[in-house]
Nanobody, 121 residues
């Protein structure tokens, strides 16, 4: 497994979770990294991405101001801090890596296995 996502769980609305995605190879420290999510019956959607240096984040409008993406290249890990969670944030969250920043999942060529986030009302 090249990307291992963790940190999902069950939380009440208004709560917080932090997702982590650890990469197995240092090669990914030079890749853009992203988070996507897929709710039951819906298509996968972009959540956030960050460039390889970690100084240019990009967010979906639905999570701006609530979620923060960051990375620690020394640990080959990217994080997604999720605050003020809403029931509509419930989904399986996937981390991904790719050669450039994008909100298009097709630009990412390595994917993790996903971690479930459930927000109760």
């Amino acid at each position: 497994v090249q990307l291992q996502a963790s940190g999902g769980g069950l939380v009440q609305a208004g709560g917080s979770l932090r997702l982590s995605c650890a990469a197995s190879r240092r090669t990914f420290s030079s890749f853009a990294r992203g988070w996507f999510r897929q709710a039951p019956g819906k298509e996968r959607e972009f959540v956030a991405a960050i460039n390889w240096r970690g100084d240019i984040p990009n967010y979906a409008d639905s999570v701006k101001g609530r979620f923060t993406i960051s990375r620690d290249n020394a640990k080959n890990t990217v994080y997604l801090q999720m605050n003020s969670l809403k029931p509509e944030d419930t989904a399986v969250y996937y981390c991904a890596a790719g050669p450039k920043m994008s909100s298009n999942g097709k630009e990412f060529n390595v994917w993790g296995q996903g971690t479930q986030v459930t927000v109760s009302s």
